[in-house]
């Protein structure tokens, strides 16, 4: 009478994708893959069940991307190959059968190789196919977890049973302790001849896959014993040693000593308590008992979890076992990684038999010889082999459903989860990093980000500037204004709202600052009502005084504590001392200013002591064995020639600057400028800004040294990423045009001049004093007063020169007199000429539009 088993089902293994994954492979994407859609390695983990009401489980967090930022030493790791499209159409479209298939190839070649013995993780294998709207926060997602189908199905001898209720108490102990310590065993010295593919990593989390994959404890192990009920001398070895255990078996059989032969003779361990065999028959050595035993993490009364089922698959093809006790391992909600004997189940399967010329192509077995059984497989070594081995690999099945219970993929969305602050935040970061798919890949979006930015002036300048900033994912922004909202300030100061402007004006600074933050809830906005302290504009009194130094130094703070300071101000003298503080901290200056239809952005150059010119390239040597020269001097090579720095705003005049605000129309106290030339200085302020701060080299420095795009070339390395840092832009909106300018900075310039910088460093608020009530105390002291002394003592010998010259050519006292009095006129025309142009000239200033 034929005898019929029940067949073994499994439970199938259900995905779990943390957050910490999505937002780590947000990044992954953003930063690394970028349009690439090249398989990445992840890491996949389980562990035995705890718990009846949670079903087997993979799970994916940050460390199976990044396995650094955390360790998962107490779980199993899988290994998962991970598709990330592009498009959706590319996710829908591809070949998911083609995909599956290659991975149980994988996997195919793994058992028969005997690599998965040696590494059981390769029988975990799993894929992953995705799809991120990393804009809107939605995935689309399928995993598969590839069980290769035997040509038989798996079944039972006998229903599953407990293991407390299979084996007595004290085998169930030892049985708990082997496990327990298989699982945790003390970390190994490194073995440079162990049979793994990864080397042994030190203590501490891993730091890649491989590691990972090497470390984690495997899901799979035997557990052999002298008894057939594991009473006593529990051992737990890996998978691996079956051909070891074979092998002694194999001996004791020529030796003598061992009793028992499966049919056709084959020797075997013994793998089922009632003696049945390997061969495909029964018999047994009566030596040894083994078990296999596997990390459960089903939580079905008589189902194994899904991973069993390429393990078992593995056991028929290798070991030619035709029964196979297998412990489903189980541990107890209490924790502590104890096995639970009342859930973990013992299983007696029967394995179909395989014909070795299906699974192992080029292999033949003899089973007339007790030596019969065959080597381990190896792996394919050439093309033919592979394609061979390719062609006899199983189908394999497991896509995982969705929450429908259908074979489709799965859909995630995360948007109405998140806050919205860290939505926003995203989206910004997300705009700029996209730059570096195809645009600029060297682009560092983070270095611009991080800036710290102070804002001189929240007016139709600041408005416009601080939202350009924003843009570019800039947190830190200070804006410092005196002023109030007026009621004609919304209309062309972004920031404002007519609210603003009730009961006399809220103070622009602290109006300003909020917006940003409303429009970027993640910025680190603050505003300070503060009156800058101006040449030419001395206080009022000594409480006004007071106010002015307490000024001085709050200005000073702020610009030390920042790293881009931008001079948007109405007047030309309230852009002095912000200047010279850039300049003595050396921090990167901006300038903008608009007219009525022209406009000028400008960074400030270096400070004193560095330079915006480049270091000339040092000479070629000489060749090797060349004769030297006869003409060559021997005179000490001349020094090195000082660099130029580039100009600031102030360094076009000859003059300090002083009070502009006197006798001053309506139109001139207003800014009357075409409304959208505002917006344009502002943005290409900020783009300056851009640009400097990718330029190579660490720290401020090499921002505020970058060189003019007429020496960049003589810059070593590669091009900055979003070109050379202009020294000026003015346009022209009546000709809708632009021009890039450069001028090397003055030495007698009052504001970023060695003289200047120096004496506020020693004196400070002293120098500042000086200058409100006195600009020309800057002549001074820059030079400049010598400077017109000896341009007015040039001008009066042009003068006597042309006199005389036009008194000899008229030959007579009364002609001379009428000549003296025409050529008085001249002169003096002359010399009005003569300043006139040095005002045109030397004192062209780059921002009187």
Same mark, same amino acid.
């Given at each position: ?617 040092? !000479? $070629?040597?000489? #060749? @090797? ?7 060559? +001097?021997?005179? %000490? &090579? =001349?020094?090195?020639? /000082? ?58 420095? !090499? $921002?505020?040294? #970058? @060189? ?7 810059? +070593?390395?590669? %091009? &900055? =990423?979003?070109?050379? /840092? ?62 017109? #002394? ?60």
């Amino acid at each position: 009478m034929t005898q019929t088993h029940e067949v073994l089902r499994f439970a199938q293994l259900q995905s779990v994708v943390d957050v910490t994954f999505l937002a780590e492979l947000s990044e992954h994407k953003l930063n690394v893959l970028k349009l690439s859609e090249d398989p990445v390695d992840i890491v996949g983990y389980f562990s035995p069940n705890r718990y009846d009401s949670v079903p087997a489980r993979l799970q994916l967090d940050v460390s199976s991307l990044r396995p650094s930022a955390t360790s998962r030493l107490d779980c199993h790791a899988a290994h998962g190959q991970l598709l990330l499209f592009n498009t959706i159409e590319g996710f829908r479209g591809c070949d998911k059968q083609e995909l599956m298939r290659q991975v149980a190839n994988r996997i195919w070649t793994d058992i028969c190789s005997g690599a998965a013995e040696a590494e059981p993780w390769r029988l975990c294998r799993f894929l992953l196919i995705m799809h991120g709207d990393l804009k809107h926060y939605k995935f689309h997602y399928w995993f598969a977890f590839p069980a290769l189908k035997p040509p038989a199905p798996f079944t039972l001898e006998a229903p599953p049973s407990p293991l407390a209720a299979a084996l007595p108490a004290p085998a169930v102990e030892l049985i708990s302790s082997a496990c327990a310590a298989w699982r945790s065993p003390p970390a190994p010295p490194s073995d440079p001849n162990s049979a793994s593919a990864f080397s042994s990593p030190g203590p501490g989390p891993a730091g890649s896959v491989p590691e990972v994959l090497a470390r984690s404890p495997s899901p799979f192990w035997l557990l052999t014993s002298p008894h057939p009920d594991f009473s006593r001398e529990v051992t737990a070895r890996p998978l691996a040693d079956w051909s070891e255990l074979q092998r002694e078996l194999e001996l004791e059989l020529e030796s003598g000593h061992g009793v028992g032969a499966g049919t056709g003779g084959s020797a075997a361990v013994e793998t089922e308590g009632e003696g049945a065999g390997a061969g495909g028959g029964g018999g047994s050595c009566g030596r040894l008992h083994v078990l296999l035993v596997f990390s459960d993490g089903s939580n079905q009364g008589s189902h194994p979890g899904w991973q069993l089922r390429n393990a078992l698959l593995m056991a028929a093809v290798r070991w030619r076992v035709g029964r196979l006790r297998v412990l489903c391992l189980r541990e107890s909600s209490r924790g502590g990684g104890r096995l639970d004997p009342q859930r973990s189940l013992l299983l007696s399967v029967v394995l179909p038999t395989i014909s070795p010329t299906t699974t192992e192509p080029g292999t033949t077995t003899d089973t007339g010889s007790s030596s019969s059984r065959p080597p381990p497989v190896p792996p394919p070594t050439s093309s033919a082999a592979g394609a061979a081995a390719d062609r006899r690999c199983p189908e394999a099945v497991g896509w995982e459903a969705n929450a429908q219970g259908r074979l489709l993929p799965r859909f995630l969305d995360l948007g109405p989860h998140l806050r919205p602050e860290a939505q926003a935040e995203q989206a910004v970061d997300l705009n700029l990093r996209l730059m570096r798919w195809r645009a600029v890949p060297e682009l560092e979006v983070g270095a611009m980000a991080a800036t710290k930015c102070l804002l001189l002036g929240a007016g139709t300048l600041g408005c416009a500037v601080g939202r350009t900033l924003q843009a570019w994912g800039v947190r830190h922004i200070t804006l410092v204004d005196s002023g109030r909202v007026a009621f004609s300030n919304p209309v062309r100061q972004s920031l404002y709202t007519f609210e603003d402007c009730l009961g006399g004006g809220r103070p622009k600074a602290e109006a300003a600052a909020e917006a940003l933050r409303r429009i970027f809830p993640s910025a680190v906005t603050s505003g300070l009502q503060l009156s800058i302290p101006m040449p030419g504009h001395p206080p009022a009194g000594p409480a006004d005084e007071q106010l002015l130094q307490q000024a001085t130094q709050q200005l000073d703070e702020l610009v030390s504590q920042h790293d881009a300071v931008f001079l948007l101000t109405d007047t030309r003298e309230s852009r002095w001392l912000p200047a010279l503080l850039a300049a003595t901290h050396g921090k990167i200056a901006i300038t903008a200013a608009v007219g009525f239809d022209s406009f000028l952005v400008m960074r400030h150059g270096a400070p004193p002591g560095a330079a915006n010119e480049p270091q000339p390239p040092k !000479a $070629a040597p000489s #060749a @090797p064995g060349a004769p030297p020269s006869a003409a060559a +001097p021997s005179a %000490p &090579p =001349p020094p090195p020639l /000082a660099r130029r720095r580039l100009g600031c705003y102030f360094c076009n005049d000859v003059f300090a600057p002083a009070n502009s605000t006197r006798d001053r129309s309506l139109d001139q106290q207003c800014t009357v400028a075409r409304p959208g030339l505002a917006p344009v200085a502002g943005a290409l302020a900020v783009e300056l800004l851009a640009a400097m701060v990718q330029h190579g080299g660490p720290g401020e420095a !090499a $921002a505020v040294c #970058a @060189p003019p795009p007429s020496l960049a070339e003589q810059q +070593p390395g590669d %091009p &900055p =990423p979003l070109g050379p /840092a202009p020294h000026m832009v003015r346009g022209q909106l009546s000709s809708f045009g632009q021009v890039l300018m450069e001028g090397w900075a003055f030495g007698q310039c009052t504001a970023c001049s060695a003289a200047v910088v120096d004496a506020y460093r020693c004196r400070g608020w002293g120098l500042v004093r000086e200058a409100l009530h006195s600009p020309a105390a800057l002549e001074a002291l820059t030079g400049l007063e010598e400077l017109h #002394a000896a341009a007015a003592a040039a001008m009066m010998e042009d003068e006597e020169e042309e006199e005389g010259g036009e008194g000899g050519e008229e030959g007579g006292v009364g002609k001379a007199g009428d000549g003296g009095d025409g050529g008085g006129g001249e002169a003096g025309k002359g010399a009005g000429a003569l300043e006139g142009g040095e005002d045109a000239g030397v004192e062209e200033d780059w921002t009187e539009l």
